[in-house]
């Protein structure tokens, strides 16, 4: 899908296994980014170490239900969202829930459409596919992507834990109707 943001074009398709190196790198990247200055290094290191590998990208990619969208312009990974088909969402009644486990975009990349993008076709993709249960996990402490969140129709719903490293933490569980 060829898509014009708010400053140049990009395109989103579907991420495949030829993607986990690409992919992993850029998770790690934006991952850190938005989360190191609040958190211990140690901590990062170890959830990305984890999270973040050639391998553990490839076998999440290779997962049940798991579906990545890229966002790219020119070759370079803009950002990335990532949904997992059939994820129940804390005790809320749904046939088809769908969770958003990740969506992140590059830095300079803020504020030019490829967030909305990815939202938008993981909305109409959630409608098309008899989705009952739009929701995600956000830290209750990043304001900017609770905003994001809250622009298109979620709501909070309930808390759950968040293991970063050896830091529990707890994020909000927001959801949506499709």
């Known amino acids: 899908m060829q898509t014009n943001g708010a400053s140049g074009d990009f395109v989103l398709r579907q991420a495949g296994q030829a993607d986990a190196s690409a992919l992993a790198a850029h998770a790690e990247l934006t991952f850190r980014v938005a989360w ?4 211990r ?11 973040f590998t050639p391998d553990a990208v490839a076998a999440d ?9 890229l966002a790219e312009s020119a070759g370079a990974l803009l950002g990335y969202l990532k949904t997992v088909d059939g994820a129940p969402c804390l005790d809320l009644p749904a046939t088809l829930p769908i969770e958003i486990a990740r969506c992140y975009v ?11 993008a990815l939202m938008l076709q993981t909305l109409e993709r959630a409608r098309e596919s008899g989705c009952d249960l739009l929701w995600l996990a956000v ?6 992507a609770r905003a994001f969140y ?5 709501a909070v719903v ?3 834990p968040f293991q970063l490293g050896q830091d529990l933490q707890e994020d ?3 959801a949506r109707r499709p």
């Open 41 to 51: 290094q140690e901590d990062m290191d170890e959830y990305c170490g984890e999270h």
């Open 158 to 160: 309930g808390r759950l």
């Open 36 to 39: 190191s200055a609040f958190n």
């Open 150 to 154: 809250a622009r298109h129709g979620f």
């Open 139 to 144: 830290w209750e402490q990043a304001p900017r």
């Open 61 to 69: 990619l290779a997962g049940q239900g798991v579906r990545v969208t």
């Open 172 to 174: 909000l569980v927001v």
């Open 106 to 116: 590059a830095p300079a990349w803020h504020g030019r459409g490829v967030a909305e």
